[in-house]
């Protein structure tokens, strides 16, 4: 193989923030930027960590993992479910054609790797990993390694979503610190074909910090004491990024990249509170204030539709023969769920103006898509707006609070990418795919797995003269 390649993950990156607007804050990574290629990388639909970094890692698109998110219906049952672990991803990723090549991996915290399976390498899993009494790491003899480098290593902030902005801030800055320790430590002392690893930090803070920073958040107080707390890690992580180069060779292509970025979040739409003054969700009993609907259980028998709450809305028919109480008439289902999506498209904001919403059927997006998809992809108000799945209580249908605890930002359809190292031409600025990003790896390690992947190697643009 005639190079290596480090990849640094930094989950949630904004590109508009770290190549354009903090860009001479941040002298690593614009020092990257000036030698090589960067800009935009658009992700998959939906948008979010899970599945994104798998698709990444794969080339594949959520339709062809079956993945469309952290939970997923494993059949049509109105309760069968399964949350993406690491083995409901059954297409190789990077670090499994490499090792099929007889290259080494460092795999460290890429999230779709809990529990973690065998590769030629040293895989430490993903921040879904319980606890640390779990088997999180391949060899399992590498977890009294990692104990004697870092301590107590922390694959994730306890509670991202507090109003505790201060004990968050801690949070973050431990992890971090502690998962670039040991990617030093992995990156000096294994051998590597291919390093890759994804910090979780830039995600939480901006889910944490952005009204704080952004003037055009609805809830932005200005000369607040964590206007630059966002920033402040940004140029804590550049450094740590420097630390972490000093580990790759003169042969190494280093790549940077987020699965997504990151934009204010205006409110939620509640969904299923909409299906149901709609008379498209007949619940049990009549929600006492603010519920789930566990809570209040469903009358499938009256039910024609349901949704769930997340960065963006899965809304699910019940479909005769189809559903085990489905009342959606098997030759009515594209009429209902056009009509559905027209209605859902129309929800204004909370000032009863239109957002840009998109509803997508997931064979537009996928093609033949694998699992059990949902029957619409919503994504509210360009992501400036996220589903909420609560119904009852006194909000209407728009709320400007978050189901599951504070919440300042939601997910932006582009992340970002920085190449550079030997053979890569300071190209500049250029937009790719995330589907783009395994096939430029490979190409870059002479691995002949090109016709398997969904997106292109960025190769040739990237060494052209």
């Known amino acids: 193989m005639p190079r290596k390649v480090m990849l640094i993950g930094l989950d949630c990156a904004e590109p508009s923030l770290v190549l354009e607007r903090w860009r001479d804050e941040l002298p690593t990574l614009s020092g990257l930027m000036e030698r090589g290629s960067y800009g935009r990388l658009t992700s998959v639909i939906p948008p979010i960590t899970v599945p994104a970094w798998s698709c990444m890692m794969s080339s594949k698109t959520p339709g062809d993992l079956g993945v469309y998110g952290f939970r997923n219906r494993s059949d049509h049952t109105y309760d069968g479910g399964f949350i993406a672990m690491s083995d409901a991803i059954r297409e190789p990723r990077l670090w499994d054609l490499v090792t099929r090549a007889g290259g080494s991996s460092v795999v460290l915290s890429v999230p779709g790797t809990f529990p973690p399976r065998p590769l030629n390498g040293v895989m430490v899993s993903c921040f879904l990993t319980p606890s640390l009494e779990s088997k999180y790491t391949y060899p399992a003899s590498l977890r009294e390694e990692i104990e004697g480098v870092v301590g107590e290593y922390i694959f994730d902030t306890k509670d991202f979503r507090t109003h505790d902005k201060d004990y968050l801030l801690d949070q973050v800055y431990e992890m971090t610190d502690r998962r670039f320790q040991l990617a030093e430590h992995l990156a000096e002392t294994k051998p590597w074909t291919f390093f890759a690893m994804v910090e979780m930090g830039p995600d939480r803070m901006h889910h944490g910090f952005w009204k704080y920073m952004d003037p055009g958040h609805r809830k932005h107080e200005p000369g607040n004491r964590y206007e630059h707390a966002i920033l402040d890690y940004h140029r804590h992580v550049d450094g740590l990024i420097a630390g972490l180069l000093e580990h790759a060779d003169e042969d190494t292509v280093v790549f940077i990249v987020s699965d997504h970025g990151a934009k204010r979040l205006d409110g939620g739409i509640r969904i299923n509170e909409w299906l149901r003054r709609e008379g498209l969700l007949a619940t049990l009993a009549e929600p006492k204030g603010l519920s789930s609907l566990r809570d209040v259980g469903v009358d499938w028998s009256k039910t024609t539709a349901w949704g769930e709450g997340g960065y963006y809305a899965r809304v699910f028919l019940n479909v005769e023969g189809r559903e085990p109480e489905g009342v959606i008439p098997q030759d009515e289902y594209e009429s209902v769920r056009d009509d559905l999506a027209r209605r859902i498209a129309e929800i204004p904001d909370d000032a009863g103006n239109p957002i840009p919403t998109k509803a997508y059927k997931p064979e537009d997006l996928y ?99």
Not at 395 to 401: A, F, H, N, V
């Open 367 to 465: 093609g033949e898509p694998k699992g059990v998809a949902p029957d619409l992809i919503v994504v509210f108000g360009d992501l400036l707006w996220r589903s909420v799945g609560t119904i009852g209580g006194d909000e209407g249908i728009q709320t400007l609070e978050n189901d599951t605890g504070p919440d300042d930002a939601n997910h932006a359809q582009d992340g970002l990418y920085i190449v550079a190292g030997p053979g890569v031409e300071p190209r500049g600025h250029a937009d790719a795919h995330l589907l783009d990003i395994a096939p430029t790896v490979l190409e870059i390690l002479g691995i002949d797995e090109l016709g398997r992947m969904r997106g292109e190697s960025l190769l040739p643009q990237l060494t052209a003269r």
